[in-house]
């Protein structure tokens, strides 16, 4: 999965119901399956929560 801030590494699961236009990762995984990998790292000054994890990607296939 590739963005305009970087990449990750996922298994990529497709299923008949599932949106195109839509993926989900689940943003706990660590190291190179990261989901803020792909993100913005920006945080609220005050609570330092992390915005909503919503992006543009595009999927790649490992070569």
Known sequence: MVSRR???LAR???VPSMRLDTVFLPFHFP???SANLVTN???DPVSRMPEFKVCAVR???IR
């Open 12 to 14: 990529v699961r497709c």
């Open 31 to 33: 190291g190179r399956q």
């Open 6 to 8: 970087g990449r990750t």
């Open 41 to 43: 790292p920006a945080l």
């Open 59 to 61: 999927l790649e296939p």
